[in-house]
Nanobody, 122 residues
Framework: QVQLVESGGGLVQPGGSLRLSCAAS????????MGWYRQAPGKERELVAT???????NYADSVKGRFTISRDNAKNTVYLQMNSLNAEDTAVYYC????????????????WGQGTQVTVSS
């Protein structure tokens, strides 16, 4: 049994900042890539940013220069620093971890958090 728990979401004014955290716990053998995804009302879930265990990052064009993803491998925790937020960033943000677990599939699988709401509004 594994668990990913997001925190840090909330209401922020345009131009403001938020820092999201996601802690992965449970029977992971190892976690390769961790990332953040988001889903706005009426839209499909989309990639926001990912980071490998080696620190290689990837960002959606819409957040480049504004968001920064980082991780603490020892704590199996990934962070998303969000700056210069605007209304288009309003969405439920989901954490994902890619890895294998004790008792889980033999192949690398994706594990998801429950999501945290980010609302950017005046």
């Amino acid at each position: 049994q594994v668990q990913l728990v997001e925190s840090g979401g909330g209401l922020v004014q345009p131009g403001g900042s938020l820092r999201l955290s996601c802690a992965a716990s449970g029977s992971f053998f190892a976690i390769n890539t961790m990332g953040w995804y988001r889903q706005a009302p009426g839209k499909e879930r989309e990639l926001v940013a990912t980071i490998t265990s080696g620190g290689t990052t990837n960002y959606a064009d819409s957040v480049k220069g504004r968001f920064t993803i980082s991780r603490d491998n020892a704590k199996n925790t990934v962070y998303l620093q969000m700056n210069s937020l605007n209304a288009e960033d309003t969405a439920v943000y989901y954490c994902k971890a890619e890895g294998r677990t004790k008792g889980g599939p033999w192949y690398v699988n994706d594990y998801w958090g429950q999501g945290t709401q980010v609302t950017v509004s005046s």
